[in-house]
């Protein structure tokens, strides 16, 4: 398997430019970033187009859209995905993610499960019109909250991808969120569905309802069985890149090349002790 890295996994106060170069120089053949950042990276860095290729590039980028946005919000948003989705294609990536919408611990409002689906069908005509894939993720936090809480596990998104019914519309597996909904088994995925994977791990010593986002640790530094998981990932075929995620103050409080290689290093020992190490030296 090849590794991507998001730009959240390093210091998002040093320049976007900045985070891909270093990205490129720990070894990644993949870094993540939305299309806004793409945007601004390559204005802040006329050279950094000449890295991008066959070797190195994104995979997989967002289109700055938010499903828990009110009508009015989202419809302004929508205005600019395809120019979005044009830029990210025009790179090189082959998806982006929308995160279905969950209350969060200020109870905020979100749509209804109607207005959401359609909103990911809207999305998702407007990638497939670019060849592209839209990679839907569900939050394992507080799995066990009421549904109008939002989706929260793995068969309650694929419930909604049914329903929305895009050959281009897919599940996006982050090992945290699946991990918290309790490691369900990825064999209910349909063969043909589009996919994309954020890898990273949860600390021992915390209550799994107790977690949230910045408590992720780098891949090997915690309790969430990704030995298994990338079998699981095997079985169903998948041969793509998993995306370190960490949104960690302490990698994102060093210095950008700092943290990429600390994030490689640590991905890569996991992937290599599993037999799916990525080809090429480690760095």
Not at 48 to 59: E, I, T, V, Y
């Amino acid at each position: 398997m090849e590794l991507s890295i998001t730009r959240s996994t390093m210091n998002k106060r040093r320049p976007c430019a900045e985070a891909v170069r270093s990205a490129h120089a720990a070894g990644f053949r993949h870094v993540e970033l939305s299309a806004a950042k793409w945007r601004v990276a390559l204005g802040q860095d006329r050279a950094l187009a000449s890295l991008l290729g066959d070797d190195f590039g994104p995979w997989h980028a967002g289109w700055n859209l938010r499903l828990g946005w009110d009508t009015a919000r989202w419809t302004r948003a929508l205005d600019g995905t395809p120019a979005a989705m044009d830029l990210t294609a025009g790179l090189g990536a082959r998806s982006g993610t929308l995160v279905l919408p969950h209350v969060d611990d200020t109870g905020a409002a979100i749509p209804g499960p109607a207005e959401v689906e359609d909103r990911i069908g809207v999305v998702a005509d407007l990638a497939a019109e670019r060849g592209l894939n839209v990679c839907v993720e569900y939050m394992g936090l507080r799995p066990a909250d009421p549904p109008q809480n939002g989706v929260r596990t793995l068969s309650g998104a694929l419930g909604v991808l049914a329903r929305v019914c895009r050959s281009n519309a897919g599940i996006l597996i982050d090992s945290y969120h699946w991990h918290l909904s309790g490691s369900p088994a990825l064999h209910q995925i349909p063969s043909a569905m589009p996919l994309w994977v954020h890898f990273n791990d949860a600390p021992a010593g915390i209550e799994r309802e107790h977690l949230r986002d910045e408590h992720r640790v780098l891949p090997g530094e915690g309790v969430i069985d990704l030995p298994r998981l990338l079998a699981e990932l095997d079985a169903w075929g998948w041969s793509g890149p998993v995306s370190v995620e960490v949104k960690h103050p302490d990698l994102q409080a060093m210095p950008t090349l700092d943290a990429a290689r600390i994030a490689y290093r640590a991905a890569h020992d996991v992937l290599d002790r599993a037999g799916h190490a990525p080809a090429g030296p480690r760095l």
